[in-house]
C-alpha cells in the first residue's frame, strides 16, 4: 500500500523540529507535556497541544516504522564486552567475532 508523502507546508516550525517531537512522543513512553518540556530546554517554546496535532498529524508512520524486525537465525550478533558477576565478584567477559549484520 502506497503512502503519499507528509507535506509540512503551512507549518511554523521545520519539519526537523516536528519530526523530532513526534519521534520522541512515540519512541519513549513520555507525556506531551515531558515532550514540550525537552523541546524547551532546547530553546524550541511549542506548547503541549501542538505536539499533539502534530501526533495526529504526522505520526501515523512513525509507530511502525518503530516496530523492529524480528531477529533471524540468519543474524550474526557481536558482542565486545559483558560484566557479569560470579560468587559476588565482577568479572569482564569479551569476545569479538567479525561478521557482517543482515539487514
Same mark, same amino acid.
Given at each position: ?33 515531558? /515532550?514540550?518540556?525537552?523541546?524547551? =530546554?532546547?530553546?524550541? !517554546? ?5 505536539? #499533539?496535532?502534530? *501526533? ?26 559483558? /560484566?557479569?558477576?560470579?560468587?559476588? =565478584?565482577?568479572?569482564? !567477559? ?5 561478521? #557482517?549484520?543482515? *539487514?
Amino acid at each position: 500500500m502506497m503512502h503519499r508523502p507528509v507535506s509540512y507546508k503551512r507549518h511554523r516550525f521545520p519539519p526537523e523540529i516536528i519530526a523530532h517531537a513526534v519521534w520522541v512522543y512515540f519512541r519513549f513512553p513520555l507525556s506531551l507535556r515531558l /515532550v514540550e518540556e525537552m523541546l524547551l =530546554e532546547r530553546g524550541i !517554546l511549542v506548547s503541549y497541544e501542538t505536539i #499533539r496535532r502534530w *501526533a495526529i498529524k504526522f505520526g501515523a508512520d512513525y509507530p511502525r516504522r518503530l516496530k523492529r524486525k524480528a531477529p533471524s537465525r540468519h543474524d550474526i550478533w557481536h558482542l565486545d564486552e559483558v /560484566v557479569i558477576s560470579i560468587n559476588s =565478584e565482577k568479572r569482564y !567477559l569479551a569476545r569479538r567475532r567479525s561478521g #557482517r549484520i543482515r *539487514a
